[in-house]
Nanobody, 125 residues
């Protein structure tokens, strides 16, 4: 089993920045990629950013150039740096871990068997 704990959400004004963190524990050797998803009220959950064990990254078009996913050297904590935040970025953000699929499949949003509890991000003036 893999446990994921997110932190770092909150209220920020448009144009501001936030950094989310996701700490992984347990059977982390199984993980081949970690991602950040978000779900806004009344909308489907969407994949925001992915980082594979080899360090490859992928982003949703809506956040490219504004969000950056990274991880620590021990590969146990993943971060999502969010800059130039917009009201439409308001959502609950979830950290997720992928296993048992290729990196390409993980980049496409497959194999995410483990999820954190979510952290609220609100962008409002």
């Amino acid at each position: 089993q893999v446990q994921l704990v997110e932190s770092g959400g909150g209220l920020v004004q448009p144009g501001g920045s936030l950094r989310l963190s996701c700490a992984a524990s347990g059977s982390i050797f199984k993980i081949n990629a970690m991602g950040w998803y978000r779900q806004a009220p009344g909308k489907q959950r969407e994949l925001v950013a992915v980082i594979t064990v080899r360090g490859s990254t992928n982003y949703a078009d809506s956040v490219k150039g504004r969000f950056t996913i990274s991880r620590d050297n021990a590969k146990t904590t993943v971060y999502l740096q969010m800059n130039s935040l917009k009201p439409e970025d308001t959502a609950v953000y979830y950290c997720a871990a992928s296993q048992g699929v290729s990196s390409g499949q993980a980049m496409a949003g497959q194999g995410y068997d483990y999820w954190g509890q979510g952290t609220q991000v609100t962008v409002s003036s």
